[in-house]
Nanobody
Framework: QVQLVESGGGLVQAGGSLRLSCATSGRTFSSYAMGWFRQAPGKEREFVTVISWSGDRTYYADSVKGRFTISREYAKNTVYLQMNSLKPEDTAVYYC???????????????????WGQGTQVTVSS
């Protein structure tokens, strides 16, 4: 069992930055690909980014490419999402998720993930 707890959300003006954290429990953090998804009001949950178990493969949604950066710190069992140049359309609840797979596995679909956090709200004002 893996438990995920997100933090770092909040209210920020357009153009600002936030860093989200996702702390995981258990000793198997390094065995999971870690992803971030988001869900805006009235919309489906969508893929944002993922980092492989190996840590050397990442993928980003086109909408955040060049603005968001995912990273993971194995010693702290934590994955981060650095969000820069935020836009009002980035407003959503952001979810951290974990997926079992091979060393360089980088899933992009909701159904490929095994565990989810409760989410953290990010609001970007114009």
């Amino acid at each position: 069992q893996v438990q995920l707890v997100e933090s770092g959300g909040g209210l920020v003006q357009a153009g600002g930055s936030l860093r989200l954290s996702c702390a995981t429990s258990g000793r198997t953090f390094s065995s999971y690909a870690m992803g971030w998804f988001r869900q805006a009001p009235g919309k489906e949950r969508e893929f944002v980014t993922v980092i492989s178990w190996s840590g050397d493969r990442t993928y980003y949604a086109d909408s955040v490419k060049g603005r968001f950066t995912i990273s993971r710190e194995y010693a702290k069992n934590t994955v981060y999402l650095q969000m820069n140049s935020l836009k009002p359309e980035d407003t959503a609840v952001y979810y951290c998720a974990a997926a079992r797979g091979s060393y360089r596995y980088t899933p992009e679909h909701l159904g490929e993930y095994d565990y989810w956090g409760q989410g953290t709200q990010v609001t970007v004002s114009s």
